[in-house]
Nanobody, 129 residues
Framework: QIDLVESGGDLVQSGGSLRLSCAAS????????FGWFRQTPGKEREGVSC????????YHSPVAKGRFTISRDRAKNTVYLQMTNLKPEDTGVYYC??????????????????????WGQGTPVTVSS
């Protein structure tokens, strides 16, 4: 059974940092693309960052660029999202998702929600002002 479990969400003060984890089970992370998404109050779910597990190529959306870093540990089958300089507007539920292999190699990733077919349950992040 393929499963994604997020953890690391917490209450933090503005300017603080958090590291979110996404532990994947039931499949080897090679050949998959992992993405982090978030749903903030009153807004639709949006893409944050993604990483191509085989080669580590990543992408960060404008909300993440310069503050967030996505990484993966292939030995632990885990993807991380290191978030720094957090702002109250970063408050929301953060989700990990995977874009399953499509039968051909991929060298880049994006955070189009429609491309991701397996999702975790989310971990809440609250940033106080």
């Amino acid at each position: 059974q393929i499963d994604l479990v997020e953890s690391g969400g917490d209450l933090v003060q503005s300017g603080g940092s958090l590291r979110l984890s996404c532990a994947a089970s039931g499949f080897p992370m090679d050949y998959y693309i992992f993405g982090w998404f978030r749903q903030t109050p009153g807004k639709e779910r949006e893409g944050v960052s993604c990483i191509n597990a085989p080669d580590g190529n990543s992408y960060h959306s404008p909300v993440a660029k310069g503050r967030f870093t996505i990484s993966r540990d292939r030995a632990k089958n885990t993807v991380y999202l290191q978030m720094t300089n957090l702002k109250p507007e970063d408050t929301g539920v953060y989700y990990c998702a995977v874009d399953s292999p499509r039968g051909f190699p991929r060298y880049t990733c994006d955070v189009q929600i429609k491309d991701y077919d397996i999702w975790g349950q989310g971990t809440p992040v609250t940033v106080s002002s």
